[in-house]
């Protein structure tokens, strides 16, 4: 069943307190081989207390890490905010690195079509980390989901689309996939079809990978849509504030640049949300 709304709801949690954020466990480095041989550097965030699930989590174009400030050579504060919120949920946490290990650290900037990086190398990446997270004796069955970011966010709906022989051949299957702004395009051109439930999170005024696509993909596909008003590519970033990104040669606008940044009321519905399906998802390790 398609769900599209425009959501107009109110904060739906709080922000981490020093407290919680003291209580995150700090990432270990592993080595995830992706389906096409590159050995990719990711991050494990394992489970606080007991293991409720665990969640590949894929970054967006801009990749893994924050460039600049405290943080810089650090996951950037989107990862580290997600990281807080699944890890509190109970959740161990892998962040797979695509840039690094091929040479590059963004791809933002980039042209579509210009990119050494596309969705064949993503889907791999995801694929494989799916392989290697089922090998793991900490994993439980059924208990895996894929999350991802723009171009993270495209590479979750590559790794689920069942008319691919080498997504439907790896295992585990994720319990539930979800999709923060993804560019839903080339999927609904390609006729996707989703062989796990799909979750697709996008802003109202998203100019970067705009909404449209994504509806029409739900409605053909039966994935669940939800579309944040008065939100732009990045809604859930917390930090930052609204601004265009005049280096951004993609978008609804080639050429005149993409606007991003915050809406700290969606971001908070998106987690929200977030949790409620993962809950699903893993149902018998529901609160």
């Known amino acids: ?18 407290a919680q954020a003291q209580q995150t ?10 389906l096409d041989g590159t050995a990719l550097t990711a991050w494990l965030f394992p489970a606080k207390a007991e293991h409720r699930g665990t969640v590949i989590a894929l970054h967006g174009c801009g990749g893994l890490y924050a460039t600049t400030g405290a943080r810089a050579g650090l996951l950037n ?3 580290n905010a997600m990281a807080h919120v699944l890890v509190d949920e109970g959740y ?44 793991q004796p900490w994993v439980k069955p059924g208990q895996v989901a894929l999350l991802g970011w723009s171009h993270g ?7 689920t689309d069942a008319q691919r022989s080498d997504v439907m051949t790896t295992h585990p299957k994720p319990a539930v996939a979800v999709a923060f702004y993804p560019g839903c395009s080339a999927a609904l051109k390609a006729g996707y079809q989703a062989h796990t439930r799909l979750v697709i999170l ?17 409605q053909a596909s039966g994935a669940d849509v939800h579309v944040y008003a008065d939100s732009y590519h990045g809604f859930d970033d917390p930090q930052g504030t609204v601004r265009v990104r005049a ?19 969606a971001r908070e519905a998106a987690y929200g949300r977030l949790r409620v399906v993962l809950r699903e998802a893993f149902g018998a390790n529901r609160r």
Not at 1 to 18: A, C, E, H, R, V
Not at 25 to 33: G, K
């Open 202 to 218: 996008i802003g109202e005024k998203d100019d970067w990978t705009p909404p449209g696509p994504c509806v029409a993909l739900g």
């Open 153 to 159: 966010g495209s590479a979750v709906l590559a790794a």
């Open 247 to 265: 280096d951004v040669p993609n978008g609804v606008n080639p050429g005149q640049g993409v606007t991003v940044g915050p809406n700290p009321v």
């Open 1 to 18: 069943m398609i769900s599209y709304l425009i959501i107009f709801i109110g904060i739906t949690g709080l922000p981490l307190s020093l």
């Open 77 to 79: 504060e989107r990862h």
């Open 92 to 135: 161990a946490v892998l962040f797979p690195d695509s840039l690094t290990a091929r040479g590059e650290k963004e791809l933002c900037t980039q042209k579509i079509g210009t990119r050494r990086i596309d969705q064949t190398q993503r889907r791999a990446d995801a694929l494989g980390a799916l392989a290697w997270v089922g090998r």
């Open 25 to 34: 466990p700090t990432p270990m480095a592993v080595t995830v081989p992706s």
